[in-house]
């Protein structure tokens, strides 16, 4: 015994006790531990009834376990027909469903950049089966990585062919940026970088011998397909457009269609706090013939018309999203998770009138007839139901849609709800398959879940939203927060709500139920997120590529990796699990 604890003893035993009676929360009545665990909410008496048996066993109250299930948002008909075992079991499938304790038992893995990365503020998601990632490398060079629940794969090293202006390497290119298309083209816009160079000592500037234009490179690296190595993509497989523009030209904003057409945003520098657009087209002769364009169909727009000029930071342009086949591009405000404006007027091959529309609905959320402006985004999921009566004379078909919608109403704080709007067609005319881009042509939305806890932030990256590929998760990410709502859109959408939220989470005069978050480290400054799946969320930060696994088999792992050396090659496959009979 050391003198620390001989000193601990003595305090000890002049006050009276002994280490055996010290008070401990496990050595307390069970009734008193079901009472402090019946205060606690539902996350952490989840929390707690994984840490030990006593806990557990202070769990095992039919009160206690009614007063948590029913604190979570499902359906709660039939709970009351459940042994009490069950009932325990049906609380945990549900507080897992929901991600309670997720900030504790969710794994994160954290990839450092290759030493050569530019920035991963460049890095851009694409969607898919397996989801992509591109980052910009030195050298003019982009590295693509394929995402899955399990590991990520490099899959593939891009180098543009141009060559420099006062060179004969490609390392006088800068990446501007990167951007895949709905077919998952790879389009990357470099801009020249100009070599210092020693300038004559005179007071006077020759005006005429400075440079006013520049050539912006456009560069598209198709996705390829071969029956022995499935989809790849090639340095021997790009296109090239030159974009001659001003020199004091800022690009901002990159989109690209899946028929060439691309779309620049830049900072205009005639007009402060102003963006121009410009639409490119792509001339398939002419790429067929060489794959190179010196001069593309270049058609200029302007800020969106009903966009008054005193809204000042309001009009900058972004980011930029080409939909509906390529006929609709959906513009985005700096730090919008949703798009501000549209215009369906996007083929630069086309005359037509280049007019912009805001993104912009009327939604009675208070149910008193006062209608609050919205923007609402692309619906994020959607159903079909056959054989709708409805009190008409044929049966038809009916779509639901399920969106994001932010209100916009000056006066009124920017809350953001899951809206739902409906679309009938008559069942000879329907397809019977749902089409998410239709769903945002409705202007008849109504407000479903508020989603409680939600921030517009005001930092430069303002506010990063992914959504999952089955709709049943949204995470939101500002400079200091990770949050993350969880719902079943199956049951949300059909109407009944007061059976699936909690009646502390449910409005039965709005008919609105409200979502609460859960919060997740953060890891850094988030950039950009996506979801692989409902469990796996990754992200792009300024620390690397981080990875958050909230399945039922998590438990708070934490592990430093390295995309240098623990990202897979294009070439290595994985081992089958073999069953090893002893």
């Known amino acids: 015994m050391d003198h620390n604890e001989e000193a601990e003893e003595g305090d000890s035993l002049r006050m009276g006790k002994s280490k055996e009676n010290s008070p401990s929360l496990l050595t307390l009545p069970i009734e008193i531990l079901q009472t402090i665990t019946w205060h606690l909410d539902a996350s952490a008496?989840?929390?707690?009834?994984?840490?030990?048996?006593?806990?557990?066993?202070?769990?095992?109250?039919?009160?206690?376990?009614?007063?948590?299930?029913?604190?979570?948002?499902?359906?709660?008909?039939?709970?009351?027909?459940?042994?009490?075992?069950?009932?325990?079991?049906?609380?945990?499938?549900?507080?897992?469903?929901?991600?309670?304790?997720?900030?504790?038992?969710?794994?994160?893995?954290?990839?450092?950049?290759?030493?050569?990365?530019?920035?991963?503020?460049?890095?851009?998601?694409?969607?898919?089966?397996?989801?992509?990632?591109?980052?910009?490398?030195?050298?003019?060079?982009?590295?693509?990585?394929?995402?899955?629940?399990?590991?990520?794969?490099?899959?593939?090293?891009?180098?543009?062919?141009?060559?420099?202006?006062?060179?004969?390497?490609?390392?006088?290119?800068?990446?501007?940026?990167?951007?895949?298309?709905?077919?998952?083209?790879?389009?990357?816009?470099?801009?020249?970088?100009?070599?210092?160079?020693?300038?004559?000592?005179?007071?006077?500037?020759?005006?005429?011998?400075?440079?006013?234009?520049?050539?912006?490179?456009?560069?598209?690296?198709?996705?390829?397909?071969?029956?022995?190595?499935?989809?790849?993509?090639?340095?021997?497989?790009q296109e090239t457009r030159d974009i001659i523009c001003d020199i004091q030209i800022e690009p901002v904003g990159l989109a690209i269609a899946s028929n060439g057409n691309a779309c620049i945003a830049y900072k205009t520098p005639v007009v402060k706090d102003s963006t121009e657009m410009l639409l490119i087209g792509r001339n398939a002769k002419v790429m067929d013939a060489c794959s190179y364009d010196s001069s593309p169909r270049i058609v200029v727009l302007r800020d969106p018309p009903s966009v008054g000029s005193h809204q000042g930071p309001g009009r900058l342009i972004f980011n930029m999203q080409f939909l509906r086949k390529d006929k609709t591009l959906n513009f985005y405000k700096p730090g919008y998770p949703i798009h501000s404006y549209f215009t369906n007027s996007c083929d630069p091959e086309k005359s037509e009138n280049r007019s912009s529309q805001e993104n912009r609905v009327m939604i009675d959320v208070e149910k008193d007839e006062y209608w609050l402006r919205f923007a609402v985004g692309m619906p994020f999921i959607g159903f079909h139901s056959r054989n709708v009566a409805d009190h008409r004379p044929a049966p038809f078909c009916r779509y639901y849609y399920l969106a994001i919608g932010i209100s916009e109403s000056l006066g009124v704080r920017s809350n953001v709800f899951i809206v739902q709007t409906e679309r009938d067609f008559p069942q000879s005319q329907c397809k019977h398959t749902v089409e998410l881009e239709k769903g945002r042509r409705s202007t008849n939305w109504k407000a479903l879940a508020l989603l409680a806890g939600w921030r517009q932030s005001t930092s430069s990256l303002g506010t990063v939203m992914a959504i999952s590929p089955g709709g049943g998760r949204i995470a939101a990410a500002t400079w200091s927060q990770l949050l993350v709502w969880t719902f079943d859109p199956g049951l949300l959408h059909q109407g009944s709500l007061q059976h699936y939220f909690p009646e502390h989470d449910y409005n039965s005069k709005k008919g609105i139920g409200r979502l609460r978050p859960t919060k997740l480290s953060t890891e850094g400054v988030i950039h950009n997120m996506l979801w692989v799946d409902e469990t796996n969320l990754y992200a792009t930060t300024d620390q690397g590529l981080v990875k958050w696994d909230m399945g039922y088999l998590s438990d708070g792992e934490r592990e430093n990796l390295s995309l240098a050396y623990d990202a897979w090659p294009e070439t290595a496959v994985e081992m089958p699990v073999v069953n090893v009979i002893p």
């Open 45 to 237: 008496f989840f929390t707690s009834i994984l840490t030990c048996k006593r806990f557990m066993d202070a769990a095992l109250s039919r009160r206690n376990i009614f007063h948590h299930i029913l604190s979570l948002p499902g359906i709660r008909l039939g709970l009351n027909d459940l042994e009490t075992s069950e009932l325990l079991l049906a609380f945990r499938q549900r507080a897992a469903k929901n991600l309670c304790g997720a900030s504790v038992f969710a794994d994160v893995t954290r990839y450092d950049p290759v030493p050569s990365t530019i920035s991963f503020s460049k890095a851009v998601f694409s969607p898919g089966s397996p989801a992509q990632l591109a980052t910009a490398q030195d050298f003019a060079t982009v590295h693509v990585y394929e995402l899955t629940s399990k590991n990520v794969r490099l899959k593939a090293e891009l180098q543009s062919h141009c060559c420099s202006w006062e060179a004969d390497a490609s390392t006088d290119l800068d990446i501007i940026k990167i951007v895949f298309s709905s077919s998952r083209d790879l389009a990357v816009l470099y801009k020249p970088r100009r070599p210092a160079k020693k300038q004559k000592l005179s007071p006077f500037v020759d005006e005429l011998a400075k440079p006013d234009t520049q050539v912006l490179k456009l560069v598209t690296f198709h996705r390829l397909y071969a029956s022995t190595k499935g989809y790849f993509y090639s340095s021997h497989q």
